[in-house]
Structures are given as structure tokens and as C-alpha cells.
């Protein structure tokens, strides 16, 4: 998904509301910043909790790639 925001004159943006839906950003997330080349890349930091990790460490094996995505914002 790309959609186009404008910079304003203190140098924010504003993230459009279908992407703080789809991802779930509420006043106060923590967004981590990247710049690759000429990119800027956000991601939403998320605090982990205990309950989160449940199951994680049982009898079952799991990817590193299952945990991320149980773990992460996006389908």
C-alpha cells in the first residue's frame, strides 16, 4: 500500500487512518525510524508482555518466522 502525505512546515507527517487501523498505531506508539538510501522506513515498536510469549517455549517447535509473524502488525 502507498499512499502520498505531505511534510509540513515542522517537518511531520501525518500516518493516514486506514494504515493506523490496518496496523493498529494509537496515540503514543513508539515508531522505530530507518533511512535506506533514499527511503524512510517506520516501524511500530510493540511492548511484549508475558502473556504474548505463552506457548512459545513448549513441547512444539516453532520458527523464528511463526514468532514473528504471531508477533508482528501486519496480516
Same mark, same amino acid.
Given at each position: 500500500?502507498s499512499l502520498k502525505v505531505?511534510?509540513?512546515?515542522?517537518?511531520?507527517?501525518?500516518?493516514?487512518s486506514e494504515i493506523r487501523?490496518?496496523?493498529?498505531?494509537?496515540?503514543?506508539?513508539?515508531?522505530? %525510524? !530507518?533511512?535506506? *538510501? @533514499?527511503?524512510?522506513?517506520?516501524?511500530?515498536?510493540?511492548?511484549?508482555?508475558?502473556?504474548d510469549l505463552l506457548g512459545?517455549?513448549?513441547?512444539?517447535?516453532?520458527? %523464528? !518466522?511463526?514468532? *514473528? @509473524?504471531?508477533?508482528?502488525?501486519?496480516?
Amino acid at each position: 500500500m502507498s499512499l502520498k502525505v505531505i511534510l509540513d512546515n515542522r517537518g511531520r507527517i501525518t500516518i493516514p487512518s486506514e494504515i493506523r487501523k490496518k496496523l493498529r498505531l494509537k496515540k503514543g506508539t513508539t515508531l522505530l %525510524i !530507518e533511512v535506506r *538510501e @533514499k527511503m524512510i522506513i517506520l516501524k511500530p515498536l510493540r511492548k511484549i508482555s508475558a502473556k504474548d510469549l505463552l506457548g512459545i517455549a513448549g513441547e512444539e517447535e516453532v520458527s %523464528i !518466522e511463526e514468532i *514473528e @509473524k504471531s508477533l508482528s502488525y501486519t496480516d
